[in-house]
């Protein structure tokens, strides 16, 4: 089994700083593209960043400049900072990642359970 478990939401006010976190575990060889991803209510679940393995990030034009999605391969970890947070970033946000469990099997895509980010006016 693969788990990803994220941490770190949580009510701020705009303007403020949040950082989440995101940690796979479980049976797993490699781990590929990791990104983060947002749903608020009514509306579809949206990339906010990306980054492959090697670091190469990517970030939807809504979050350049104030988002910075990093990772920590030795602990399957992948990070969000999110600075200058607005009222319109509040929203769940879900972890995800491509892994490999092992040799005799492809990669798959998974998903955490989502962490709740809320940025007050």
């Known amino acids: 089994q693969v788990q990803l478990v994220e941490s770190g939401g949580g009510l701020v006010q705009a303007g403020g700083s949040l950082r989440i976190s995101c940690e796979a575990s479980g049976r797993i060889l490699s781990i590929d593209v990791m990104g983060w991803y947002r749903q608020a209510p009514g509306k579809s679940r949206e990339l906010v960043a990306g980054?492959?393995?090697?670091?190469?990030?990517n970030y939807a034009d809504s979050v350049k400049g104030r988002f910075t999605i990093s990772r920590d391969n030795a602990k399957n970890t992948v990070y969000l900072q999110m600075n200058s947070l607005k009222p319109e970033d509040t929203a769940v946000y879900y972890c995800n990642a491509f892994i490999i469990r092992s040799d005799d099997e492809p990669l798959r895509s998974y998903w955490g359970q989502g962490t709740q980010v809320t940025v007050s006016p």
């Open positions: 980054i492959s393995r090697g670091g190469s990030a």
